[in-house]
């Protein structure tokens, strides 16, 4: 996260030298982050990239060479550009914890402070949040999939680009993955590292055996085979039972193979059986080749013997769907610390923005289950028994007892001194997974699942629908002003 | 392209140790790196990433930060982190330049070197190239989509992470884009920015009129005015040509306006009707909201008045084909200078690779229109007449007269040198888009395009076609061995 100033939009700059030179230097705005749509047809996501979001906004300087590209542009004027070069962001910033499950229309971050500064993060924002927050929410489907089997992420070579491959191996590691075959990602983030032969290793060697009594001597503990360089079941498996005996036979632990190709349900029972016959039965099977959630469920239930899963493009990019949708939308505007909510149209409703300082309320019933979400106003309190109702369908209600709350926006940055110390890697990972355990199953089936309660506070729905009574009317008394002249 | 030397998977450096330790430290290889499959069911590739390949070989050394990292993992000896220490590649590179339209199987980079080093580069090569060639090739059909029409990519904040963002806005310039939001891409690489207000801007004026008026004082020989923020017709439109009017009645000239919401067809039709009546026929309309090739194309047949378009998503992640899904695959292997071809076998037909050091020859008639690529062996020459056969559907052939002929592969870096030099990214655009020019409408059309005939040349079938039959052979006698024991 160095050289960031730039990373940004065009238009967050002319916007900024439009507020400057229209005397709103100093007016401020509140943003919220968030997204409208859970990816790949799931029942929740889980919340990352708070950690890069940090690291951004401590790096948030124009250098010289960028004052100078700047310039380079002609079309900003030397006051503006004068304010950029000692630009350092200066606002609050509330996030929810990386790995919080999260859901739409939640803000996953809130950023209020002069609307400059608040503009010209936009864009860094969401690209980081929109990203991580898509991995961490793929990667915790495919290891719900893969049971209690383990799953190593090893999509570098897939991934969008390198900040993809290395900010994608983090966030899989939040959302559960237990091994990264990416080094880089290794050093920075200290994840645990995996990864042991390619095809062209065994393909080098005069044969297949050959090949694999190599890699034994040279790692004689961490020893597992890729068996379908040829085929399977009549050279894979039974050249690596043999040096895998051998290994044995000199005190080492053989550690298992990898099939790679082929139906891996077939493969793996078979694969299996030959291992048990040979004494064998401690040796693991690895599975990797185009791996999703819904393939490794439909292998699993055909009764796969698989331990292990190696997962790589699909998880890399979230091939089903690989952009989250977030945006940033300004929910109030005000002057020193004094804030009017906005809002904004749309003829679909569910580009509606909601206004005002907003929070998010959790409720949980007595074992610890998550029941119910509210979006509500900064200052708002409930009391039991609460009813809640549906934003759209205002119908449908439920009324709350018994219940504990968890606010999940939590301070970061206050006038731009950060106030949040952050959690290491590990810490989030297991903090994710418990994040999960307070979720009913149905909300968390891959397939259509429940769709969790997120309401509106019954103050901020009333909020909502005053002001956009307020701009229909207005547009129309416009038009009709309009028309009749 | 700093801090490079670990952005590969833990398997290249345990495979590097491994033959390293196995006495093959000085044993060579090619390697040839290729795609399967065109994406988003296109009929053609921009190849694209090879400054970016170029920029990571120049910057390939461990650093002391790096050797720790690696002493730390304790699964490397002395004798290979030494090696490591002082590592530079020093091997051959070919590639095809940036922008040349290229299709399956066909090698647009070919790795000849030590093993050693043509294993660790595999990781990063393929990251690069198949993210910067996948985003190429979806901007070439968005700005194929759009006809005459100009396209701006504005992906950042929905991209895969900054490098996506960056790295993605470079190769849309390549296939074809104008203009890019992303200022740090603009600084890096010197492509156009564009970006004018957002609807946070409109909302934090009093209303929209004053809105548009602030836009005016601040850029009046650049204002482009969004529309949509409370309703187009009913307001934005009558609002942007009341400030267009008052800039045009100062000697300015209003740009137009731009619609982010509703329908496309029918709103740009109403507000160019508006805008003509009102004499700002020259004004633009710039449209843009979560398109694609498919839906530009679907509303130009409506008959929209758009003039450019912007488009984020579905360009800067290629949404519906999100990898492009290359492989980097050996194909000889030898000692001093002197290679053994090499096959890898496999259940799918599309998985055989092909042996041996290759070329790629287009051949093209006398327009100058591409008829057919053969893949060939590098010795190979071509004389007319000559008759090519499809390598699976081996009854499909073809006699071409006539033609003139064309190598793809340069030589990039020879010893770890670099002979090539690059191109400006501007001159890759424009012979990115002779390229196209070269290939038949039937094959660049967006849906069920006509299958581009990639042949292998008959020296090269041959040689697979024995390998193929030799390894299945001992396959065959090791297994009946061992089964007779």
Redesign the interface.
């Known amino acids: 996260m160095q050289?960031?100033a730039?990373?940004?939009?065009?238009?967050?700059?002319?916007?900024m030298?439009?507020?400057y030179?229209?005397g709103?230097e100093n007016?401020e705005?509140v943003?919220d982050l968030y997204f409208r749509k859970i990816p790949s047809g799931g029942g929740y996501v889980i919340a990352a990239g708070l950690e890069q979001v940090v690291e951004y906004i401590e790096n948030l300087r124009f250098s010289s060479?960028?004052m100078a590209?700047?310039r380079g542009?002609n079309?900003f004027d030397e006051g503006f550009l004068n304010l950029l070069k000692d630009f350092r962001f200066h606002g609050d910033i509330d996030a929810v914890p990386e790995g919080t499950v999260v859901f739409p229309y939640e803000p996953l971050v809130r950023v209020k402070g002069r609307?400059l500064e608040a503009?010209l993060i936009?864009?860094?924002l969401?690209?980081?949040i929109?990203?991580e927050t898509?991995i961490a929410t793929k990667a915790s489907r495919v290891v719900a999939a893969a049971g209690g089997g383990s799953v190593m992420e090893?999509g570098?070579?897939?991934?969008?680009?390198?900040?993809?491959?290395?900010?994608?191996s983090r966030a899989a590691f939040i959302g559960g993955c237990q091994f990264t075959?990416?080094?880089?990602a290794?050093?920075r983030y200290g994840i645990p590292?995996?990864?042991?032969?390619?095809?062209?290793?065994i393909?080098?060697f005069p044969d297949e055996l050959e090949a694999f009594r190599?890699?034994a001597?040279?790692?004689p503990d961490?020893c597992l085979l890729l068996v379908d360089?040829?085929?399977v079941l009549?050279?894979g498996v039974?050249n690596a039972i043999k040096v895998g005996l051998e290994l044995e036979a000199e005190g080492h632990r053989f550690l298992g193979i990898r099939i790679d190709?082929?139906d891996l349900t077939y493969l793996s029972r078979e694969a299996r059986k030959m291992l048990d016959q040979a004494g064998l039965e401690h040796a693991r099977i690895v599975a990797s080749n185009d791996l999703d959630e819904h393939t490794i469920s439909a292998i699993r239930a055909q009764g796969a013997a698989i331990d292990s899963w190696g997962v790589g493009?699909h998880l890399i990019?979230?091939?089903d769907t690989?952009?989250?949708?977030?945006v940033?939308?300004?929910s109030a505007?005000g002057q020193k610390g004094v804030f009017e909510p906005?809002l904004?149209?749309?003829?679909?409703i569910s580009?509606i923005t909601n206004p005002g300082i907003k929070k998010i309320v959790r409720f949980y019933d007595r074992r610890g289950k998550a029941m119910a979400d509210l979006i509500a106003l900064e200052d708002e309190h409930f009391e039991e028994p609460l009813t809640i109702f549906d934003p759209i369908e205002t119908w449908k209600r439920k009324t709350l007892t018994d219940f504990k709350t968890r606010e999940l926006l939590r301070p970061v940055f206050r006038g731009g001194r950060r106030v949040y110390e952050l959690p290491y890697l590990k810490d989030i990972q297991t903090y994710a997974q418990h994040e999960c355990e307070t979720l009913w199953d149905e909300v968390k089936r891959l397939v259509n699942p429940h769709r969790y309660i997120v309401d509106l506070s019954p103050k901020l729905f009333e909020l909502r629908q005053s002001l956009l009574l307020e701009?229909s009317t207005k547009?129309?008394e416009?038009?009709t002003k309009?028309l009749s002249k």
Chains 1, 2 share one sequence.
């Open positions: 050289d960031v730039l990373l940004t939009d065009l238009y967050q700059l002319t916007m030298q439009g507020y030179q229209n709103y007016k705005a943003f060479e960028d590209y700047l542009l079309i609307i503009q936009e864009t860094a969401l690209n980081i929109n990203f898509l090893f570098l070579r897939r991934a969008q680009g390198p900040d993809a491959g290395i900010l994608g075959s990416n080094v880089l290794g050093k590292l995996s990864g042991t032969q390619a095809h062209s290793w393909q080098c190599a890699y001597r040279t790692f961490q360089t040829y085929n009549k050279s039974p190709s082929g493009t990019t979230s091939k690989p952009a989250l949708g977030g940033y939308k300004l505007e906005r904004k149209v749309s003829e679909n580009k701009i547009i129309e416009e038009q309009r």
